[in-house]
């Protein structure tokens, strides 16, 4: 049986996940990454997406996250996020209510000048990240 890794997701607000588990894949900025037992240690920015790992009896589990931090170590993976829910905590309809107020703002508000698209492009993929895994748990 392979070696298990320590998975801890951080938010401001709460310790969302602290366990061991076999593997952890994460949405890093430049490509999604895995992390087993003994990798090499390193540091990188992760952007909104989902994190997805095996717990140790080798269960499947995915968790949203809005951006942060991951640092992989040996024996352990950290995730500071600046928000984080797991996929059972995501509540489909709020979900729903938010890209559609994130697609209409990007649409009605593309004609005002002082619109920031950066922040509203963030906000619609969020929601759209949102959905697809709280959609997901249907399947």
Do not use: N
């Amino acid at each position: 049986m392979a070696e298990k890794i320590k998975l801890e997701v951080v938010t401001p607000e709460k310790i969302v996940v602290s366990e061991d588990v076999q593997i952890v894949a994460a949405p890093g900025t430049l490509g999604e990454f895995g992390v087993l037992s003994g990798h090499t240690p390193f540091m990188t920015s992760l952007k909104t997406g989902t994190i997805r790992y095996t717990d140790a009896s080798g269960v499947e589990h995915s968790v949203f996250i809005s951006g942060g931090f991951a640092e992989a170590l040996p024996t352990k993976v950290t995730v500071l996020a600046e928000s984080a829910e797991r996929r059972r905590e995501i509540d489909l309809e709020r979900a729903m209510a938010a890209l559609e107020r994130a697609q209409k703002r990007m649409v009605e508000d593309r004609k005002k000048e002082d619109i920031d698209f950066t922040r509203a492009r963030a906000a619609l993929e969020r929601a759209l990240q949102r959905v697809r895994l709280a959609e997901s748990r249907k399947r």
